[in-house]
C-alpha cells in the first residue's frame, strides 16, 4: 500500500495528484449533504444522478491504473482504500459477476442509518470496473448497506 501512497502528490498551487491525475479531498458530510439535496428535488433519480457521476469518475481513474482483469480489480480496490472510500475486497470474479465489499464506507458512515442502501457513487465505478473486466455491459447493485444496518456494504456486478 505505500506504494500507492507514494503515487499521491500535491503542488504549491494547491493540487492533489494521484499519478498524474488530479483527485479532490472532501468529507463525506458534503457529498451526503449533496445526496441528500438532490433526493429533497428528484426523489429516487438522485441516485441515478450519483452512479452518473461515479460512472465517470471510475472510468478515468480505470484509465490512470491500467492493467487488465484481476490485476486492474486488484489495483482499483487498493487504490479505493489509499484515497479513503473504505476497506475494499475482492468477494468474487467469474465471467458474469463481480462482487465487491467495503467496510467502513465512508457514506454509509457520514449517512447514518437508512432504510436502503446509500452510497450510491460506488456502484458506477464498479460498473466501469466489471464493463472493462467481464467485457460486457454489467449493472451494479448494492445488496447491502452498513447504513441500513450490514456488516458490510456488498456490490454486486452482473453481466445485463
Known amino acids: 500500500m505505500s506504494a500507492l501512497h507514494d503515487s499521491l502528490t500535491t503542488d504549491d498551487k494547491g493540487r492533489v495528484f494521484f499519478r498524474g491525475s488530479r483527485y479532490l479531498l472532501v468529507r463525506p458530510e458534503t457529498l451526503v449533504a449533496v445526496q441528500r439535496a438532490l ?6 433519480g438522485a441516485a441515478e444522478c450519483l452512479v452518473a457521476g461515479g460512472r465517470a ?12 482483469g484481476r490485476e486492474v480489480v486488484e489495483g482499483l480496490l ?5 484515497i479513503g472510500w473504505g476497506d475494499f475486497a475482492l468477494e468474487r470474479l467469474e465471467p458474469d459477476v463481480l462482487v465487491v465489499t467495503v467496510r467502513h464506507s465512508p457514506f454509509a458512515e457520514a449517512h447514518g442509518p437508512a ?3 446509500v452510497c450510491h457513487l460506488t456502484p458506477g465505478v464498479l460498473e466501469q470496473l466489471a464493463d472493462g473486466v467481464l467485457g460486457r455491459p454489467t449493472r451494479v447493485v448494492e445488496r447491502s ?3 441500513a444496518g450490514a456488516d458490510v456494504c456488498r456490490f454486486e456486478a452482473r453481466v445485463r
Open 57 to 68: 469518475g471510475g472510468g478515468a481513474a480505470i484509465r490512470t491504473l491500467g492493467g487488465r
Open 78 to 82: 487498493a487504490m479505493g482504500r489509499v
Open 145 to 147: 448497506c452498513a447504513a
Open 115 to 117: 432504510a436502503g442502501p
Open 39 to 44: 433526493a429533497e428535488t428528484f426523489g429516487a
